[in-house]
């Protein structure tokens, strides 16, 4: 061994590896897994809520906010009821629908859609339903049997405010509303803006032919009283975006046909509109669709 001195001994030293720890782990990918199911979830609660109105997003919340995870029963934010639905009201899954459940979006849209529908349908009709028995007990509790009448119609509630033998709302031939109607039309005020219904008045007259002016007939008289009965709810405090229509039809529509001066044909009725009596309404307004005419050729 030249250039070495006898005895010379050679050490090695080896550094030990450390074991891999941290970012080199599973842990990350779960932390990972679990963002992206937020973001899904996420993603399909804006992609539920974009395809309803924002009145239909109102019934949703309030669906929502009366539910519980620690219910009994399974429960869907897309299949709801406005009522905390019961075991045994919960749908059945059967294996066709279980075959037909790649839906296309439009199809889910248009379920989601029309359950909706149907539960801003029934709120509604409950809606009318506690009206309907406000009206009722005002009603009984003025003593105005003989000058109000409630009944319900497709399109809502009528309330008819007529006169008797011994009450008149108005002045003969005049549309002074009488003190004893101006306090009862008030009182209607308080449960129809709770109701937040929108509201028709129509003014009717009996037969008696008007002959102070032969330029003014019941016609006018039936609008300018209906006119003067939207004043006293105005007074009274109703909001005047709810009163949606007033009309006239004169001596046209007779409560009591053998008897056409009677009191009781001297009348206002007030349809007091549910919300699809007040889609039907604003249809029935609606632009009418356009058709195109055919332009001949100029060799015909």
Known sequence: MSGRQKGHTTIIKRSSRRAHTGGHGGAWKVAFADFMLALMSLFMVMWIMGQVSEKDRKAIMYTLNNQSIFDSHSYSPISFS??????????????????NSTSTPQSVTNSSTGTVKQVIAKESDKDQKRLEQALQSLMIGKQ???????????????????????????????????AYFQQLLASLVPALKQSGSHLMIIGHTDATPYQQNPFYDNWSLSVNRAQSARQVLLRAGFESDKIIQISGVADQKLLDPQQPTNAINRRIEFIILSASGLSAWEKSFAMPATHSIPISSAGE
């Open 82 to 99: 406005a009522r905390d639905p019961a075991p045994a009201n919960a749908p059945e899954v059967t294996p066709s629908a279980v075959g």
């Open 144 to 178: 105005a049997q003989s000058n109000m009448r409630i009944e319900r119609l497709a399109q809502g509630i009528r309330v008819v405010v007529n006169d008797d033998q011994h009450r008149m709302m108005f002045e003969r031939g005049s549309v002074k509303v009488t």
